[in-house]
């Protein structure tokens, strides 16, 4: 598996993408919580902000923090909105893959 990757240049770039951006979306979740527990309104990430973050690939680990320190778990747009993004962005690997693309 690991040598499909390395022999594959824009898979590598890709995988690589994602881990960036997915630990972004980690630390910004977790940097919103804390936030949140002090009442500091004015440091708060917008909701957009972070559904964003899930729709440029952070959403598996963006969700899996949610759920982890029950942030944003009440809220029906998260709760179903980064799992749609999530199956959105899955079929769209599948399309790349069945074409060649990745």
Do not use: W
């Not at 964003?52 to 923090?65: E, N, Q, Y």
């Not at 599948?94 to 693309?101: D, E, I, Q, T, V």
Request: charged share 15%; hydrophobic share 60%; aromatic share 8%.
């Amino acid at each position: 598996m690991i040598d499909f990757v390395l022999a594959n240049p824009i898979l590598s770039i890709f995988l690589a993408y994602i881990a960036i951006i997915s630990l972004i979306s980690v630390v910004v979740c977790i940097y919103d919580k804390k936030v949140s527990r002090k009442n500091r309104v004015e440091l708060r990430t917008p909701e957009k902000t972070l559904l964003l973050l899930s729709a440029l690939g952070g959403s598996v680990a963006m969700f899996i923090t949610m759920l982890i320190i029950r942030h944003k778990t009440k809220h029906v747009k998260f709760m179903l909105g980064i799992p749609l993004i999530i199956i959105v962005q899955a079929g769209i690997i599948f399309l790349l893959f069945h074409f060649g693309l990745l």
